[in-house]
């Protein structure tokens, strides 16, 4: 880095700055910037560091377990079990290569994905403004800022119009804090307030320039985040996932242990009950849960892709599926989204020119937020004379005033013409700054003889649907300055009318949310009676409504009940919304939050699904984990679909691996004790574990039954432990009925037994797949092709390897007819009896 900190800059001016970044006011060029990212890294403080495919090949083997059993592989080179030895490390390595092909894959699709909407910064180089990634900003780039941006780094003002800044995320202050060019004063903390930026937070208004002094983790954001060692938090998924595979691990480990020290007790072989326990362990270890889960969500977040939804962190899958709550603004989600301007009135509620007029001033001299109003705005006819005025100085809109002002001057003939505000906003924030109006004949009255008849006309023009914003001026004589402070006393003008009519079957797809199990919930601006109007448009006759004057009476306890039955909130704040989030979530919901603008990363960060739009400012982008290059509720509930079906296919694993492991480790147990050998060779249970790990590869993509994604579902261990005992006994019964077959009728000898029991219980666990995978009776559940063909093959492959030449060398046996019919007997036995136990355990068990 350039310095160790930032705080070496406070006192100097922008020359010197420069200088001793080695930067100039005019940006770098491409190439020296080139250079200072290879010296300095990429711009970021969570990036973890890119694994190559030889390294992530390496970490497929990283395992304790799996180091142990090589290293036994070579004792029992050194012991003379050449042929043994050299079988087992081969699966060892077919069955890394396995898994490394799987996370290759997944997080190669992850890259494509996050590249769809990668956060962007504008900076100068080769003297233009140019559009570059964020992790590509570098020390000495001139950093080009507007409201909406993420600080890309900590940074020096060079240059700023009234620049308010969003610090909350470093400082925990709730307002704004104004930055300025050019300040020096002998109080250091003063100055760090104010001609400095800071990464991690973010433009609330206005405009600036600044030169990156330090980027990624020499930031101060960096050093807090490095030191306090920040993480995003985990998910219920992730928590999930990691206790229960914590909890196998410890279970399987115990008994591996017990296993290893009854086969001692029985004076077995050591070596070979070493390499028995070691390969058991391999086996009952769920070791590609992990990998497993993360083809299922890479999978889905391709899937979802498709239809226009970007996965940004794939856990978030999962909390998509699980979501029903969804709270979202209505301008572009139940609107078209495109205001445009109906018609500007005087007092009386006549068409005025003059309203037309200030308006389009305040419209097109606003420099500081950009926003679709006056956007609509400038897009009509230019007015006449509007070229004879010229801006002084703004005032820039912050979501506390609800206000925008403009300071100009005119340069016409009427020379005598002062220099006056224009201020237009939210109707009763800037009425409450008016002291008269004006009248249609250009009388000004007193603003108490005429605010109930504004007032009612207000609410008028809102009922129908009409979003009303007030317009007022104040003469300000010969000043050319002003501030916040100014905004009184003023002449209330008239009304700025807008619309935005609702989209069109919108109707329908909040109906399919519904449908969905999802329960849509209006957080907006604009007033109670605008949303009333939508609402009712959409279906809503009777929609339950809190303003955000209702929010600021009522506590948070009372809010977490009021909530739940509100439909939508409006006239609310930016704070507020977070309030709404919270509650929801402490009455047991998952909540979704969609939102695009400055305004809405409070509640995108607190709530349990983030989203938001390609087109969203950038600060809005970077704190969704879910990105929609459509902002469209129907696009989005196909992505709920999407993501429903993604946590089916990976529950369908948990499912399968849990009940599986707990089985096979109550079988092994009992064997070991009952049998005068070992009841499968270390190299054999491996490719046991190797080829009914081929299916489960394949979940995937497998089909889901429409009535499982008709509503949400969570992560639910208390389910998943009742259903691991129940199938898991199951499957240990079978094992032990597998034993008594062989031992007792067909009297099969050591070879025999090893291979027939092989033989059932591969096959028995690549078709029980099949079953668990659906609630319905396995015959009825269209499963996917890429399921069926790998259970079919890896039973194809089971049957006729005791007919190969590697069986000797794996120690199996070719089974007589009678013992192949006696085990189709019992695996028969066991699917019809596995279906008998599902339709009793659902009727019993409710997830």
């Known amino acids: 880095m350039y310095l160790s900190n930032i705080q070496e800059f406070w006192s100097k001016n922008a020359e010197d700055v420069l200088k001793e970044l080695s930067a100039s006011a005019d940006g770098l060029t491409s190439d020296d910037a080139q250079k200072r990212l290879l010296k300095y890294g990429a711009n ?175 930031t101060e954001f960096g050093q807090i985040a490095q030191h306090l060692k920040l993480q995003d938090p985990e998910t219920e998924f992730e928590r999930g996932i990691r206790k229960f595979g ?93 205001v445009k301007l109906r018609d500007t009135l005087d007092i009386s509620g006549n068409h005025s020119d003059k309203v037309f007029l200030y308006a389009y001033l305040n419209a097109s001299f606003e420099a500081g937020f950009v926003n679709p109003i006056d956007a609509a705005i400038r897009e009509s006819t230019k007015p006449d004379k509007a070229e004879f005025f010229s801006k002084l100085s703004e005032e820039p809109y912050d979501f506390i005033r609800k206000r925008l002002s403009i300071l100009v001057s005119y340069s016409g003939e009427d020379k005598n013409k002062n220099n006056f505000i224009i201020t237009k906003g939210a109707f009763n924030n800037v009425l409450d700054v008016c002291e008269k109006a004006e009248a249609e004949d250009g009388s000004i009255i007193d603003i108490n003889e005429i605010r109930k008849e504004i007032t009612d006309k207000y609410q008028e023009y809102s009922i129908n649907g009409y979003r009303i914003l007030g317009l007022a001026y104040k003469d300000m004589g010969n000043e050319e300055h002003f501030s916040r402070s100014n905004e009184n006393g003023m002449i209330f003008l008239g009304f700025i009318i807008l619309y935005d009519p609702p989209k069109a079957q919108i109707e329908e797809t909040v109906n399919h949310l519904k449908h969905l199990g999802i329960s849509l919930k209006i957080i907006t601006g604009d007033n109670r009676y605008i949303a009333e109007n939508v609402m009712k448009q959409i279906g809503f006759k009777h929609a339950s409504i809190m303003t955000g004057a209702d929010l600021r009476e009522i506590n948070d306890i009372a809010l977490v009940h009021r909530a739940i039955r509100t439909s939508v909130f409006a006239e609310v704040e930016p704070n ?163 034993f008594m077959a062989l031992l007792f009728i067909s009297h099969s000898p050591m070879v025999e037994f090893r291979t027939g029991w092989f033989t059932e219980s591969v096959i028995s666990a690549a078709i029980i797949v099949l079953v668990i995978r659906s609630r319905k009776f396995f015959m009825a559940s269209n499963p996917g092709r890429h399921l069926v063909y790998a259970t079919a093959a890896i039973t194809v492959a089971t049957l006729t390897l005791p007919f190969t030449p590697l069986a000797e060398v794996l120690g199996f046996a070719r089974l007589p007819i009678e013992v192949l019919i006696l085990i189709f007997g019992i695996v028969l036995f066991y699917i019809l009896t596995a279906e008998l136990v599902k339709k009793i355990f659902y009727r019993l068990v409710k997830p």
């Open 576 to 738: 507020q919304k977070e309030r709404i989030i919270k509650a929801l979530k402490k009455a047991g919901y998952v909540v979704g939050y969609m939102g695009d603008g400055i305004n809405d990363v409070s509640a995108l960060h607190d709530a349990d699904v983030s989203i938001s739009v390609d087109s969203a400012v950038d600060v809005a982008k970077e704190t969704a984990n879910i990105v929609l290059l459509e902002k469209n509720l129907d696009v989005l509930s196909q992505g709920i679909l999407a993501g429903r079906r993604t946590f089916a296919n990976t529950m369908k694993y948990v499912f399968m691996a849990t009940s599986a492991n707990f089985g096979n480790m109550f079988s092994m147990a009992g064997a070991s004790i009952f049998l005068p050998f070992l009841p499968l060779l270390p190299k054999q249970v491996l490719l046991t574990n190797l080829l009914t790990d081929l299916p489960e590869m394949a979940i995937a993509t497998d089909n889901v039954d429409s009535k499982f994604i008709e509503k949400p579902h969570r992560w639910n261990i208390t389910f998943i432990k009742k259903f691991m005992l129940t199938f898991g006994l199951v499957s240990s019964i079978f094992d032990y009925m597998t």
């Open 44 to 218: 970021t403080i969570k990036a973890k560091k890119k694994k190559g495919a030889f390294t992530l090949l390496l970490s497929q083997f990283k395992s304790p377990i799996i180091i142990i059993l090589i290293f036994a592989t070579t004792l029992s080179i050194y012991v003379g079990e050449i042929i043994d030895a050299f079988i087992i490390f081969g699966i060892v390595i077919i069955s890394g290569l396995l898994s490394f092909w799987q996370e290759y894959g997944a997080n190669s699709a992850v890259e494509k994905l996050l590249a769809l909407v990668q956060i962007k910064a504008d900076v100068l180089r080769d003297n233009k403004e140019d559009e570059i990634s964020i992790q590509d900003v570098v020390p000495g780039d001139i950093a080009i800022l507007n409201a909406g941006d993420a600080v890309g780094g900590d940074c020096f003002i060079l240059e700023s119009v009234s620049l308010f800044v969003d610090e909350s995320a470093l400082t925990g202050e709730t307002y704004p804090v104004e930055k300025q060019a050019g300040i020096s004063s002998a109080d250091s903390e003063l100055i760090s307030r104010k001609n400095c930026l800071w990464m991690g937070t973010h433009v609330i208004s206005g405009t600036g320039k600044a030169v990156v002094v330090n980027t990624g983790e020499e």
């Open 246 to 338: 914590y909890m196998l691990m410890v279970v399987t480990i115990i008994l591996v242990f017990s296993i290893f020290a009854i086969n001692i007790i029985f004076k077995k072989p050591v070596i070979e009950a070493f390499m028995f326990s070691l390969a058991l362990a391999v086996g009952l270890t769920p070791q590609l849960l992990p990998v497993i889960i993360s083809n299922n969500l890479s999978r889905g977040a391709k899937e979802m892709t498709k239809l226009n939804v970007i996965v940004k962190k794939l856990s978030s899958i999962e909390n998509l599926g699980s979501m029903n709550i969804l709270c979202s603004d209505k301008t572009g989600t139940l609107t078209d989204g495109v």
